[in-house]
């Protein structure tokens, strides 16, 4: 029973590539969220997906920042021409339905060099 | 906005006390639900409360969301290293997107 699975673990890139994150949600789960972690800060909501479908990116900054999650294999957060201010944790959740508790992965700690 | 708050950000206490804490919302909350992440770890869900006046015990951990549905408490009883991590409270926001969002969380550490 496998839980929501993040990859890459860590991923380093320097300033002006692009980062690639991939989210496989729970079995049997179709939400599909994205936050931020700052050192010492919370967790920032980015974007919430549905298979094929963006729910809500009011958190997405407007430009470089993208995600989608397609009727076959995982989410994708993608980050292009990455700045040092973009180094963070990515966390992945799901969810069965609309409103019950989230099931976060691992996180995917970028480094921006 | 519509955002919970936690306050203090930090707290330390000594092994065997008890701890407190609170998530605070202007708005009425239609449910709420806690996590915890430890050091270097990812959230992990704890409890929703959905019900005015609810409370829910999980072993020294009790969760009570208040009678107004304005604010939620998490109290831990004779605290040990293992209760160690940040602990947040989400809301739903209102409307049909059904996202969760954070407080800044509470970090507790625990003096052996």
């Known amino acids: 029973n496998a839980g929501v699975m993040q990859n890459p673990r860590h991923l380093v890139r320097r300033r002006g590539q692009e980062a690639r994150l991939r989210c496989s949600p729970m079995?049997?789960?179709?939400?599909v969220y994205w936050y931020r972690q700052l050192p010492e800060e919370g967790l920032k909501f980015m974007v919430y997906?549905?298979?094929?479908?963006?729910?809500?990116e009011s958190g997405m900054p407007k430009e470089r920042f993208s995600a989608e999650f397609p009727k076959e294999g995982p989410s994708i957060l993608r980050i292009q021409q990455v700045v040092r201010g973009d180094s963070a944790a990515y966390f992945c959740a799901s969810s069965r339905e609309a409103g019950s508790p989230l099931h976060f992965g691992n996180g995917t700690r970028l480094t921006v060099t | 906005g519509q955002q919970v708050m936690q306050i203090p950000q930090y707290q330390h206490v000594q092994e065997g006390e008890d701890f407190t804490t609170y998530c605070n919302s202007s708005?009425?909350?239609?449910?709420i639900q806690w996590y915890k992440q430890r050091p270097g770890g990812h959230p992990v869900f704890l409890i929703q409360l959905v019900k005015s006046g609810e409370v829910k015990k999980q072993k020294r951990l009790t969760f009570q969301f208040g009678e107004a549905k304005k604010n939620s408490s998490l109290h831990i009883t004779a605290t040990q290293t293992t209760d160690v991590g940040t602990y947040f409270c989400?809301?739903?926001?209102?409307?049909?997107?059904?996202?969760?969002?954070f407080g800044k969380g509470i970090t507790l550490s625990v003096r052996p």
């Open positions: 708005t009425t909350l239609s449910n």
């Open positions: 997906l549905q298979k094929e479908n963006i729910i809500d």
């Open positions: 079995k049997g789960h179709s939400h």
């Open positions: 989400g809301r739903e926001m209102a409307g049909a997107n059904s996202k969760l969002t």
